[in-house]
């Protein structure tokens, strides 16, 4: 066991969350750091709507974590080495209890793994391997410290964090669960310690986002609704036009797109049409409400779109402002929009003139609550303290090439790997490295965060959590990975699952 000590007059600067408590924390007794994430459920729902936007563009879009560089890809050393510090101890999975066991020659994958997802410092998406693991309230997840906790500053969880078992191309099988508190031992938190690359997060109760019923409703209503919402423009006839315009209680927003043949005009003009024409929101700002020329056409209209999207449109108005008027920005939910501003013209009648209205809706029903994880997909139980040379089932989802550049992995599938560990250590000093196992296996990136299981059953899909991927190694020197390591498991370990297992999370519907 392997303790990080401030050496006399304290001259050690403490970075993370807890270094501002450092004075009254550093010799507590407790080795267990707890950092909040969504701290509402109005705040993780925000979170669920970020990634399942637009048919899951967000998760679809998140690449693996790269806190590994081909630099980092180092040779294991094989001296030193953990040392337990107490008897070996286990807590049971949970899920499909009363099935038996069989023998089984192909390799059952665990329902309980999946994806964790988030946002980093630098504002990437990305993401990592994790499990479901047993807890007094069904709600925990597994996975590496690196995967909860930014080290790229030092100063924060990672943001918009959620666990997707099952990931598959987009698809949310079992739902999204948003993670509620993060738990990592005191050592991570504070000096990033990679002995200690581990983290327990309690996650809310899964929603599911899609389907549900579309609304037809009022602008202002459309515009005031938080929830998943559309629009779409209908073309209309003339006569549904000018009764649309001259109805003060229509719900919808009734416009005409001016032909090649009509000339402008003003609002007195019989049969006069009036189209909308973007402008930038200053000159939207200075113009007058009323029915002249150049007057405001309606409240300014905000569109959701993806990242992409957002950085094409900015890109695009460097060049043309005039054409790509609109105000691109982040709103308090963290997605990105672009605000539309129009003004009046109006214009004499024009045979290729055509009528339109634009009709909202919002989607009601479109999210539900689908339960605990746990409830779910089951948990894996989680072990500590147990001797090496045992062996282990090691599941992720690995994406990354090679350092040589060899790309064997898609990150789409969940691999595996089987072996005895071996006590061995990473030499590197940067990261504080003296007490990992090793097992030999050539998964990259991606694949951090996975779960080492202990005595996995084919048949039940659980196991005991032994262990988590948390780097890759080469022992060859041929520029490939060809050895995974994960800190040990000891009673400290057991001290921050044991945290995490208690805390209750809730629903977010």
């Known amino acids: 066991m392997k303790r990080i000590l401030i050496p006399a007059g304290g001259a050690i600067l403490a970075t993370g969350l ?11 007794a407790s080795d267990v750091a707890s950092d909040p994430m969504a701290k509402s459920a109005a705040d993780a729902k925000a979170i669920a709507d970020f990634w399942s936007a637009t048919n899951n563009a967000a998760l679809k879009a998140a690449k693996e974590s790269n806190v590994w560089d081909s630099g980092d890809v180092a040779k294991l050393q094989s001296k030193g080495g953990y040392s337990a510090d107490s008897k070996p101890g286990s807590s049971v999975p949970i899920g499909q209890e009363k099935k038996t066991s069989t023998k089984v020659q192909n390799v059952n994958m665990p329902k309980t793994i999946g994806k964790v997802f988030f946002v980093n410092s630098k504002g990437e998406k990305k993401w990592c391997s994790a499990t479901s693991v047993q807890s007094k309230y069904r709600n925990l997840v597994a996975t590496a410290g690196h995967c909860v906790y930014d080290t790229a500053t030092n100063s924060d969880v990672m943001s918009k964090w959620v666990f997707v078992p099952g990931y598959y191309q987009g698809k949310t099988p079992f739902g999204i669960y948003v993670g509620k508190q993060a738990f990592t031992h005191y050592d991570f938190d504070v000096y990033e310690d990679y002995d200690r690359d581990y983290a327990f997060v309690t996650v809310y109760n899964g929603i599911q986002l899609g389907g549900g019923t579309a609304k037809k409703v009022s602008k202002a ?6 929830g998943i919402k559309d629009a779409k423009d209908v073309e209309i006839s003339r006569d549904e036009f000018r009764k649309c315009k001259l109805d003060p209680t229509s719900i919808e927003a009734c416009w005409a797109k001016r032909g090649t043949d009509a000339e402008a005009t003003g609002p007195d003009f019989p049969n006069a ?11 939207y700002k200075a113009a007058r409400v009323g029915k002249g020329n150049g007057f405001k056409f309606g409240e300014p209209v905000t569109e959701i779109v993806t990242d992409a999207q957002a950085a094409a449109y900015k890109k695009a108005a460097e060049s043309n402002a005039d054409k790509y008027p609109g105000t691109v920005a982040q709103d308090a939910r963290g997605n990105w929009t672009i605000t539309h501003y129009y003004v009046q013209q109006w214009y004499k009648p024009g045979t290729a003139t055509k009528f339109y209205k634009t009709e909202f809706f919002i989607i009601e029903g479109a999210a539900k609550d689908v339960g605990r994880l746990g409830d779910v997909v089951g948990g894996q139980g989680v072990s500590w303290n147990q001797p090496t ?4 089932r090691v599941f992720g989802y690995p994406a990354a090439a090679h350092p040589d550049g060899h790309k064997n992995y898609t990150g789409i599938t969940p691999k595996w790997c089987y072996g005895k560990t071996s006590k061995k250590v990473v030499g590197s000093a940067a990261k504080k490295i003296e007490e990992h196992v090793a097992l030999k296996c050539a998964m990259t990136e991606g694949a951090d965060g996975g779960p080492w299981l202990l005595n ?10 032994n262990g988590v991927t948390s780097t890759f190694n080469d022992q060859d020197g041929n520029k490939r990975v060809d050895y995974i390591s994960s800190p040990y498991f000891d009673g400290e370990t057991a001290a921050v699952y044991k ?7 809730g629903k977010i519907l």
């Open 499 to 505: 945290s995490a297992a208690n805390v209750w999370s």
């Open 273 to 283: 049409e009036v189209t909308k024409v973007e402008v930038a929101q200053a000159k």
């Open 221 to 226: 209503d459309f515009e005031k609704y938080q």
């Open 389 to 392: 040379g045992k062996y282990v």
């Open 456 to 465: 996995y059953s084919n048949t039940k899909r659980l196991g005991y959590v």
């Open 18 to 28: 807890l270094a501002a408590g450092l004075a009254g924390t550093a010799t507590a």
